[in-house]
């Protein structure tokens, strides 16, 4: 199983970032744990402010991976470029936020990539991506 992450504008900086939001821990620490609960598993890790190189990654990962785990941060909610690549590819995605963005300012509440998305996880912390691992590990 070979499962990919990817993630859009200023996630680098989770641990750093408003941690009332979206908590202490790097998304590099957070990670490792993940490969650690998941040895089974092969992780590929993507981290891009560029919405261009977001897309290049789902096309070079979406027909060969089993699963994709996308949180595509601010482009969630205005790119339809995403969209049409999530639309455009074979694997499938779940769409990933750490905090609920239902709860957050209203233009928070329309996702772009949702309809194109298998799922969405929100509001769960980190917890969110292993979630969408158990997804595809079920199915």
Do not use: W
């Amino acid at each position: 199983m070979r499962i990919v992450i990817i993630n859009g504008p200023n996630l680098n900086l989770l641990g750093k970032r408003e941690p009332g939001i979206y908590g202490s821990e790097s998304f590099e620490a957070y990670f490792t744990t993940l490969q650690a609960q998941y040895p089974a598993v092969e992780f590929n890790y993507f981290q891009s402010n560029v919405e261009g190189e977001i897309i290049n990654q789902l096309h070079a990962e979406g027909f060969s991976a089993d699963g994709i785990l996308l949180n595509a941060g601010g482009y969630t909610h205005t790119s339809v470029a995403i969209r049409d690549a999530i639309a455009a590819i074979k694997t499938p995605v779940i769409e990933v936020h750490i905090s609920n963005v239902y709860a957050r300012e209203e233009f928070r509440h329309t996702s772009m990539i949702a309809p194109k998305c298998v799922g969405s996880i929100c509001g769960l912390g980190m917890k969110g991506y292993r979630l969408g691992v158990e997804y595809f590990l079920q199915q």
